[in-house]
Every structure is written in structure tokens, then in C-alpha cells.
């Protein structure tokens, strides 16, 4: 019996081959946190599926093609948001004025309790 051949076109084409950088970069952050335990075997499905849009971001990328680039990249972060692949899932993009604003509702180190006040004039020195 002869193969039928498949007439499947794809949005756009997904050479097989060498990595891109986001593949890359998502590669070298899912070693990692495995590696610190964050990823566990049951999340190996949306590792996988993180993967095949960083795949798709690269192809994208290199394509000029901003649409196709656009919403795969919007897909990715999505993935890693779920995977807590991103500072923001992790807490570590904390800034200043957030620092300031927790500050301010917790009393100084150091310093003393409120006391009376002088009554009267300071002396003449």
C-alpha cells in the first residue's frame, strides 16, 4: 500500500536542526531549576510544549515574521509564568518603592520609643 502524502500546511514551517537562542535559554533555565528541585518529572508535558514555543519563537524570529513572533512569544511567557520560570512567579523582581512602601509600615531598628518633650523655653547658652 503507498503512503498517502500529507498535505498539511502549517501556519509556519518548523525545520528541524540546530537550537535558536530562546531555545537555548529556556533549555539552560529548565536544567536549572531542575536542578534546584522548582521542576519535578510532573511537569515534564509543559516543559515540553515551553520547548516547542521557544522553537517556534526562534523560527518566528528569524523569519521577520512579527506576527507569528508576536503571539508565539506571548505563548511562551504564559508557559514559563505556569512553569514559575519568570522573576515576577519567583518574587525576585521586587523594587525600591515597593522596599520603601513595606519599610515604612514597620518601626526603625534603633530607635527610641517617643518620650515627653522639654516644657518651656531651651535654656540660654
Do not use: C, H, Y
Amino acid at each position: 500500500m503507498a503512503r498517502r502524502k500529507r498535505d498539511d500546511a502549517a501556519l509556519f514551517p518548523m525545520p528541524a536542526g540546530r537550537r535558536g537562542r530562546v531555545e537555548r535559554a529556556v533549555d539552560e533555565s529548565v536544567r536549572r531549576a531542575r536542578a534546584q528541585n522548582q521542576i519535578s518529572d510532573l511537569d515534564q508535558a509543559l516543559v515540553t510544549l515551553a520547548r516547542a514555543q521557544a522553537r517556534a519563537v526562534d523560527v518566528a524570529e528569524n523569519a521577520r515574521d512579527v506576527w507569528a513572533l508576536a503571539r508565539a512569544g506571548g505563548e511562551l511567557r504564559e508557559t514559563l509564568i505556569r512553569l514559575r520560570l519568570d522573576p515576577t512567579s519567583r518574587g525576585v523582581t521586587r523594587d525600591g518603592l515597593a522596599d520603601f512602601l513595606a519599610a515604612l509600615g514597620s518601626p526603625a531598628a534603633g530607635t527610641e520609643p517617643p518620650g515627653q518633650a522639654a516644657v518651656g523655653d531651651p535654656e540660654n547658652a
